[in-house]
């Protein structure tokens, strides 16, 4: 029997739940993992067309409508992996929508197995 393909970003009931708040406040959104910098590698919630995609970022999947992409530098690092979006308690991001909710996404992982890492869909470029 064929593996059915896993997603290789999923969320939270936490998450799902706060990022329908910030939805009702914002409108559309989108994710980006950040690689570092100022805020580390936080996942950073935008509202949509805040955030410009470059050519080379890779669209992992949707979090409750929510597309979510990664730099293709960070996914090579993180490609065996299935990212887990989680909420905890802190400050968010700098610039993440939220920060200042007492509330900060944070990204968890677990690596696929050879079985799981196998049956994955290819990824495909998303327009936006």
Known sequence: MPMTALP???ATDATVDLL?????RHGA???FQSGGCCDGSAPMCYPEG??????TDVYLGDIDGVPFYIGADQFEYWKHTQLIIDVV???GGMFSLENGSGKRFLTRSRLFTDEEY??????SARVT
Do not use: E, W
């Open 118 to 123: 196998d049956a994955l869909a290819p990824l």
């Open 50 to 55: 805040d955030f410009t995609l470059g050519d």
């Open 89 to 91: 308690n802190g400050n």
């Open 8 to 10: 290789r970003v999923t």
């Open 29 to 31: 959104l989108i994710f």
């Open 20 to 24: 329908r708040q910030l939805k009702t």
